[in-house]
């Protein structure tokens, strides 16, 4: 028999957040931060799996998976209801059991009856959740560049950066970031819930090391922002790489002079800044590009759609005649059908496909990260109409790199 999941009572969520923090081995909230963290909760989205018994009777939970709701924005500009899932996590001495399938099963069950159309999770581990229809739609490269590295003359410059304090940023960014995401939000954006906010700016003014945050300011008011935190590598003042922790510009004067300001910071070695947008061009900003090193690229968001349908319906598509695409969807049968793409959300279950692929390939190209001719090479799609791929390659095109840029 598969494992019983259930929906947690509100005085179980630390039980679940402590389980979640073991399974990445990390050691429980005290309760200033679990007040921080149990603002992310929302009622009937925790899911639970019970397990053995203690020795002594006592009920352990086993397995546990929540989400909270948000937005996500698709090629064209349209925003659809998505679940970030998060807090995912089985006890050691109970994996191999079935527990996760369950819990991802019963989610991904759960969205639907919600009537959000995706899901999207950040992935510890890259071959788990695959199985659940999850592909990598977003990616990020990693960037270490070293500080006082010069700016080329021709480089955007146009208004000021100010530091602010930890509580101006609590007051401030919530508000900012919504401004930028509605001015310039791309595919792959989402909106941040009230409870995000409270565990991420706490948590930066919390670490053992310095956090600092600024915000620029342009010819039409404050249009992008930057926290950081501050690693000390070594004994001198000077050892020091600010992290760069959330950075978010409007355009890209704003983005030159949150970079400008960062880069100019005394007693610090480098800047790192993780999982940057595949096109941000940080190298194209300096005089000498080789002080900007790409240390790795890699998954950021993983997606799930839930109605593949809507999911379709949302989004824009580029200048070609519509393709027919066959789906397959093990768990949520609805979607396991002939979809034809470029006819907002039209389903044909008689109708031949020229192009096959399950609903994990149909989310890597939904946001534009890989093209279709991509996944067909690869294996991920199939071609029965080989005329097809050319066309699901100018349908599926999107004029901006997706990234997420919101951890969670």
Known sequence: MSPHVRILRPDEYRTAHTLFGQALHAAPADDERWARSSALYVDGRTLGVDGDPAADGTPVLAGTAMSFPTRLTVPGGASVPMAAVTRVGVRADHTRRGILSSLMRAQLEDVARRGEVVASLRASEARIYGRFGYGVATRGRDVEVRSHAALRAGAPRSGAVRMITAEEARADLPALYERIHAASAGPGAMTRAAGWWELMLHR?????????????????????????????????????????????????????????????????????????????????????????????????????????????????????????????????????????????????????????????????????????????????????????????????????????????
């Not at 496909?353 to 991509?374: F, H, I, W």
């Open 204 to 408: 930066s003014a919390s670490t053992t090391t310095a956090s600092g945050y600024a915000v620029h300011r342009g010819l039409d008011g404050d249009d992008g922002y930057v926290v950081w935190s501050v690693e000390n590598k070594g004994d001198a003042f000077g050892a020091n790489a600010l992290r760069v922790g959330d950075l978010q510009a409007a355009n890209p004067a704003a983005l030159t002079g949150l970079w400008r300001f960062l880069l100019g910071v005394d007693l610090a070695e480098s800047v790192t800044a993780h999982l940057r947008p595949l096109t941000e061009p940080v190298e194209l900003l300096l005089e000498d590009p080789r002080a900007c090193a790409v240390t790795g690229v890699g998954d950021e968001t993983w997606l799930r759609l839930v109605d593949v349908a809507a999911a379709l319906a949302a989004r824009s598509w580029g200048d070609a005649e519509p393709v027919r695409i066959r789906v397959h969807d093990r768990l949520l049968p609805a979607n396991d059908t002939v979809h034809v793409v470029g006819e907002k959300g039209v389903v044909d279950p008689e109708g031949s496909a020229e192009l096959e692929c399950d609903v994990a390939g149909l989310a890597m190209a939904y946001l534009g990260d890989r093209t279709p001719s991509e996944l067909a090479a690869a294996g991920w799609w199939t071609a029965h109409d080989p005329t097809a791929v050319a066309r699901a390659d100018a349908l599926f095109a999107a004029s901006t790199v997706p990234w997420c840029g919101t951890f969670f």
